[in-house]
């Protein structure tokens, strides 16, 4: 496997280089040159997305090597050097992002935590600030898709609130799970963005990505769900998400500076209510109270 990561690291740097890409970078980004860049990225990452949903499903997540393979396939995908034009340096970690969903959704789905835990604690060099930073951090959605560049990821974008996870949610369905039921592999999606975000704040990024999860009411069940799961460990999922987030004591912590940074830039988000009651759910979920739907916890935000 080792050989194989490395082979497709090779190529998608050479597509990455390749004549058809720098003449599209050479154009002003639009509705038709960000969709033909993006096509092209995921045209020439698709068999390494195959073969890290196939590690983060099947490979022994104790494992050093397949730990390492892992993060340094998407680790060496998600490095950006500034040159040219800044759009078009950020948008060449595009593949490492595809990668991070990929691995991410994968192993979740499988328990193997481990997986994520080697991703998200990786580093990598970042050239505009001469420092490392937190893979997290270097391919956020919203810096890959750099400015209002992911509002041109495909046409009719322009308002959507979580344009990349809009993008990338049918995406990934139809390479990995074309054959699943949707409602359950958005419960995924959603949840996999979510710990990414929540991850970042424990990462002390002091603005996360606030994705799909943050919208789209029917995945909430399921959040909820997981959230009171993890925090009183129980289920097949919760030691290891627990233990992805720093523990119980580090999971409190982080839940707090969450809902503290939603309810500060709610302003900024308009009628898309961001999740600032990350606390609260724990605080109920240690005391035997189980949330099932928005309305029941709507209860304990705004007692009567």
Known sequence: MEDAKEQEIAR??????????AELFSRQPSVETIPAIAQILEAATTPSMYALAAIGRYADETSPEWLDIVGDWIERLSTRKIEGYEWASYIKTYPGLLLL??????ALRAGKINFLKEVTSRQVYSDEYNSD?????????????????SQMIEPGFERRFSPVSD????????KLY??????????????????????????????????????????????????HDTATRQGRYSSGISDLLGGDAQLQETAAKYDAIAVKSQQDF?????????????????????ISRYNELAKYLQPN
Do not use: C
């Open 12 to 21: 998608i740097q050479s597509v990455l280089t390749s004549p058809e890409l």
């Open 101 to 106: 969903y990929t691995l991410g959704i994968s």
């Open 133 to 149: 930073t937190f893979l997290l951090n270097a391919i956020d959605p919203r810096y890959v898709f750099y400015r209002n560049i």
């Open 167 to 174: 993008h990338l949610d049918p995406l990934l369905k139809s």
């Open 178 to 227: 074309a054959q699943e039921e949707e409602a359950r592999y958005r419960d995924w999606f959603d949840f996999f963005e979510f710990l990414l975000s929540f991850k970042s704040v424990e990462q002390s990024e002091k603005s996360p990505y606030f994705g799909s999860f943050t919208w789209r009411w029917e995945t909430k069940k399921f959040m909820f769900k997981m959230i």
């Open 270 to 290: 308009g009628r898309v209510s961001l999740p600032n009651h990350i606390s609260l759910l724990i605080q109920l979920a240690k005391k035997g109270t189980r």
